[in-house]
């Protein structure tokens, strides 16, 4: 009796095992300071790196790219003058917003349907250093709805994790300008933004799946029978 139960539930176990392995994807990262790119804007992992005026208004995408940014001695992007401006710098990845309140950041593009898993931090750059002190503001967007906003004072850090469903053409920015007390001075934070995409099973593949499971539950019930367990 063991042997034949043993023979029976087998099967039922390699179709378990097929059927969990049909919702099982890898997950895809995207890093904003992994991934930067000094030579294309936006880049082809759908990063951009640009500016706004307001949290919620139109993103603009730096059109120069340059080595020496305002003297810093690394690569980045800006509007062809001074600040704003987006920098890889060996500390990471740097965002300066200008002094007359413009935001500067990056947004991701979404090339897939899946499932979002976000993270990012936001530190100031200046800590004392020469008497100074980073005082701005961190936030965060999908499309153009807010997600979350923190306030960055000298060397601390702030930061947002959250996870939602993403479709081609959605953005999700990352961005640093005034603070909530509309302030903005020492504005250079060092900021990072990793987006984890998994995929969500297609509504055909889970059509399929639904007879599969129904089968497989007759079966369990079948054998439960045939080896006097129920």
């Not at 995207?30 to 949290?55: E, H, I, L, R, V």
């Not at 850090?157 to 001075?185: C, H, R, W």
Request: with cysteine; hydrophobic share 40%; net charge neutral.
């Amino acid at each position: 009796m063991v042997n034949s139960c043993a023979k029976r539930i087998i099967p039922l176990v390699i179709l378990l095992l097929a059927g969990s392995t049909t919702l099982a994807v890898a997950g895809i990262v995207y890093n904003a300071t992994d991934q930067f790119d000094a030579s294309s804007n936006p880049t082809s992992s759908g990063w951009s790196y640009g500016w706004k005026a307001t949290p919620t208004g139109g993103f603009n995408v730096f059109s120069n790219s340059c080595w020496e940014c305002y003297d810093k001695g690394y690569y980045g992007w800006n509007t062809g003058s001074t600040y704003p401006e987006v920098n890889r710098s060996p500390s990471g990845l740097e965002f300066d917003p200008s002094s007359v309140a413009d935001l500067a950041g990056v947004r991701w593009t979404s090339s897939v349907s899946g499932w979002a898993s976000l993270s990012s931090t936001f530190q100031g750059y200046w800590g004392g250093v020469e008497g100074l002190y980073t005082s701005a503001g961190g936030y965060v967007l999908f499309n153009t709805a807010l997600l979350y906003e923190g306030d960055i004072y000298s060397h601390g850090s702030v930061g947002y994790n959250g996870s939602f469903a993403v479709s081609p053409g959605d953005t999700i920015d990352f961005l640093v300008g005034k603070n909530s007390k509309d302030v903005m001075e020492f504005g250079r934070t060092i900021a990072t933004a990793r987006i984890e995409i998994t995929s969500i099973p297609e509504p055909a593949t889970l059509v399929m799946l639904g007879p599969l499971l129904v089968l497989m539950g007759l079966r369990r019930i079948r054998i439960r029978r045939f080896c006097g367990i129920i």
